[in-house]
């Protein structure tokens, strides 16, 4: 046997017994359902952003412009939502039970540890924030609302975290019989809602707990605890390439374990990174030499491909064994290409793959690597701080962006990202090939 082939055996045994794990294949089997939902934000991301001044002044002009939004917003921003329920259900379903009311279940109690807002709360932060005096005798009134902050990628986390151990209270409850017995004769349907009840109210009663627990402490909710406990080790970090190695780091391993790392990252390097953007854009359009090496810009041409640099992984995708894979690949190449990749991160998923996880962290960072070579070497030149629009295809982001090295750059890394995920989508294509066939 070829040593190549050794380690791919190797790795595939791993891969296996990682994913024969209950829980991560409920987490994995939840967001591989929640498929549909990813592949519409993505294609309602592209319709609503597309960089074309021609193509949005026609949306403006005919209104679409107020409807575009909305696929994303009910899709991709919600996506914690979807996902709680599926997790829940495959855990339930894994364990020979009805997996409808602990999907349920799971989804009342991420919206009980989900905190609301206020309309007027939020009106009068506003107001103070921008310096404005209102008439004498206004006040500021609004009722509560649910916010969508935590409900879509960001809140992900949470929701794997409420839907695995929800589902297993509800498991626990079910196989020890701790419910409501219904006498013969009752319709099915009455008889499962109320085998449902005992374990609902202890269920909500947690999730009502969790709540009043955060409450108390400086974070408010479960949620931003979660990103404030990453995110502070990384503040200090500062402006350094050697910052944005790291935080780059950071930030796949927290998509891999079901954390948005790019939000993370952005919410605490942004006010770093944007002013040094904003002082290489001051010099460009003043016709100076650029002063920063680091700054947003880079941040947003490290990750054009997306979080993981997953262009080549979606072409091997569609060259795939697997037919899912192949479906799959063929669905998220236009959204990738757009630097669109959640219906791979989701639909793959990536997330809690832990036979992708190595190239998926590692193609960012060699990005970052070959980025930085470049522009020490005088190969690339500074970034002039150009910031292209969300949904602008890949290498033209780079020649808008930085000019035709940029572009160059761009391509050769599309390259690169086929080989360093080469090896490592074989086995997870002959694993997913393998089960296909045992399925048929």
């Excluded at 402006?239 to 944005?244: E, F, K, T």
């Excluded at 070959?370 to 949904?391: D, Q």
């Amino acid at each position: 046997m070829k040593k190549s082939e050794a380690i791919q055996e190797k790795l595939q045994g791993i891969a296996s017994k990682v994913q024969e794990n209950k829980y991560i294949s409920a987490i994995t089997n939840g967001l591989i359902a929640a498929l549909p939902v990813s592949i519409v934000g993505a294609i309602g991301g592209i319709l609503n952003a597309l960089p074309i001044q021609g193509y949005q002044d026609f949306l403006v002009a005919t209104r679409l412009k107020e409807v575009t939004p909305i696929l994303t917003m009910v899709t991709t921003n919600l996506l914690a939502l979807y996902v709680v329920f599926l997790i829940a259900m495959k855990f339930a379903e894994a364990h020979k039970t009805d997996g409808v009311p602990a999907g349920l279940l799971a989804l009342m109690s991420f919206l009980i540890i989900t905190p609301l807002g206020n309309v007027a709360e939020s009106i009068s932060a506003f107001i103070s924030s921008n310096n404005i005096t209102l008439a004498e005798g206004v006040v500021p009134t609004g009722s509560d609302f649910l916010p969508l902050e935590w409900l879509g990628a960001a809140g992900l986390f949470s929701a794997f975290i409420v839907a695995l151990s929800t589902a297993k209270i509800y498991v626990t409850f079910k196989q020890k019989g701790w419910t409501i017995k219904m006498p013969d004769g009752v319709p099915p349907t009455v008889s499962k809602s109320f085998s449902s009840l005992v374990p609902g109210i202890v269920i909500g009663f947690c999730a009502l707990a969790l709540r009043f627990v955060m409450l108390l402490t400086p974070f408010g909710s479960i949620h931003a605890a979660i990103f404030k406990i990453i995110a502070a080790p990384l503040a200090n970090l500062g402006g350094s390439i050697v910052a944005m190695f790291i935080a780059i780091l950071v930030a796949h391993i927290l998509w891999i374990c079901g954390v948005h790392g790019t939000m993370v990252i952005y919410s605490v390097f942004a006010g770093i990174w944007y002013p040094l953007q904003m002082a290489n854009l001051a010099a460009f359009n003043a016709n100076e030499p650029i002063p920063n090496l680091v700054s947003m810009s880079l941040f947003a041409m490290v990750l054009f491909m997306g979080a993981g640099g997953t262009v080549g992984l979606v072409v091997l995708m569609i060259r795939g064994k697997a037919d899912q894979h192949r479906v799959l690949g063929k669905l998220a190449i236009i959204p990738n290409l757009f630097g669109i990749n959640e219906p791979v991160l989701f639909g793959l998923p990536i997330i809690m793959n832990f036979t992708l996880a190595i190239p998926f962290i590692i193609m960012p960072l060699l990005t970052l690597l070959i980025a930085y070579i470049g522009l020490v070497t005088g190969i690339l030149p500074y970034l002039t701080g150009v910031s292209t629009p969300l949904g602008t295809p890949i290498i033209i982001s780079g020649l808008l962006g930085g000019g035709w090295k940029w572009a160059v750059f761009q391509l050769l890394m599309m390259i690169l990202s086929y080989f360093v995920y080469l090896l490592f989508f074989k086995i997870a294509d002959k694993m997913a090939y393998e089960k296909e066939l045992s399925a048929k």
